[in-house]
């Protein structure tokens, strides 16, 4: 079988843990693309030159030119800035906007028959953009967000259990900004209800809804954190682990039920947007929207983190994107 092609677009932080993750790992063949000059060129011979230590076998390629795009099956985004402390996911929209413009006239011309997984912020604005330029099927375009915030909210209910996070399920919907929805209700330790564990462990069930309280602010606010401390950027080594997660289930037809900023049409009461969900990824990239029932506090969350979806792309409309 031929090695896949892969290509990273945006060779910041992000895209440089990218293309070590999938040469670690083998899964296909790298271009890495930047618009500044001896970026991508210099982070990949880097990548390759630990080949013979890690004992991979596959090329990465650092490029100013779209040209060497050109049949890849795969395409991931990162292109864009990044929060700076104090800033929101939305503070990005005008600048990212225009690059993901320029960044989607390219892959439309490039890579046209390639599955697309979109980083860059404000998320499910930028999903819905590229969509827009490229015409692309809405199923091999679709946005990373899902199982980054599930995988925080997952680390903290790990943290406060005392358990391993690999026996953690914990689901976060909804848009990538402070509105998203940690699912509480079906938060689980392999099948046991968190709520139950922690009503438990605190032998108070008020105590229990404040931790688990507290919990849910904190996913919400997981990518803030991290700006805060970093003062220069925002996460890069997690939304990677997560991207190559959701790129994995995609190349190998995996069939992985995740969370994806995923085109919806009437699942979950809401259409003709892209909203985080739950669904099954595969070789056809989100093969099916795996609806499940919302008690009405849920979905009363879920319509308001919608809302703020919509508002972004509506802005986004009136700017002329
Ligand atoms: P950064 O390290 O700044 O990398 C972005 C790269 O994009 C830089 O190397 C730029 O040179 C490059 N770039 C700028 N304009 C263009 C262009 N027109 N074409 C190609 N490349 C260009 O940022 P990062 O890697 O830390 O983050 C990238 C994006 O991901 C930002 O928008 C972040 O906000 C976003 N992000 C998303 C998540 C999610 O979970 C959704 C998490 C963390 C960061």
Redesign the pocket.
């Known amino acids: 079988m031929a090695r896949k092609k892969i290509a990273l677009?945006?060779?910041?932080?992000?895209?440089?843990v990218l293309a070590q993750l999938i040469a670690l790992r083998q899964l296909g063949d790298v271009v890495l693309?930047?618009?500044?000059e001896g970026?991508?060129q210099g982070k990949s011979l880097d990548i390759v030159e630990a080949s013979r230590v890690d004992g991979f076998d596959v090329n990465v390629k650092g490029t100013n030119d779209y040209k060497d795009l050109e049949g890849s099956d795969l395409v991931i985004i990162?292109?864009?800035?990044?929060?700076k402390p104090g800033m929101s996911?939305d503070d990005?929209l005008t600048v990212?906007a225009?690059?993901m413009k320029?960044?989607a006239e390219n892959v439309k011309q490039f890579a046209p028959n390639s599955t697309v997984i979109?980083?860059?912020?404000?998320?499910d604005a930028?999903v819905t953009l590229f969509q827009k330029i490229t015409g692309f099927p809405h199923n091999r375009v679709i946005?990373?967000?899902g199982v980054?915030?599930s995988s925080r909210f997952s680390t903290f209910i790990a943290w406060e259990l005392g358990v391993s996070v690999k026996d953690v399920n914990a689901m976060v919907l909804g848009g990538?900004g402070d509105t998203m929805v940690p699912i509480v209700r079906y938060a689980n330790v392999n099948g046991i209800p968190v709520m139950e564990l922690l009503e438990r462990k605190y032998k108070d069930s008020v105590k229990a809804k404040e931790v688990m309280a507290a919990m849910v602010k904190r996913t919400k606010m997981a990518?803030g954190e991290v700006v805060e401390l970093l003062k220069t950027?925002?996460?890069?080594y997690?939304?990677a682990s997560?991207a190559i997660a959701m790129a994995e289930a995609i190349i190998f037809d995996e069939k992985r039920v995740l969370p994806t900023?995923a085109y919806l049409q009437g699942e979950f009461g809401v259409s003709g947007y892209y909203v985080g969900v739950p669904t099954v990824l595969g070789a056809n990239g989100v093969e099916t929207v795996v609806e499940f029932s919302l008690d009405t506090e849920e979905q009363a969350a879920l319509d308001k983190s919608v809302a703020s979806v919509k508002e972004l792309v509506e802005a986004m409309t009136r700017l002329g994107f």
């Open positions: 677009i945006g060779g910041g932080q992000i895209g440089g693309f930047d618009i500044v970026l991508p990162t292109a864009g800035l990044p929060r996911r990005l990212n225009k690059i320029s960044v979109v980083i860059s912020n404000p998320l930028m946005g990373q967000a980054l915030d990538h990518g950027g925002s996460a890069f997690s939304p997560s900023c």
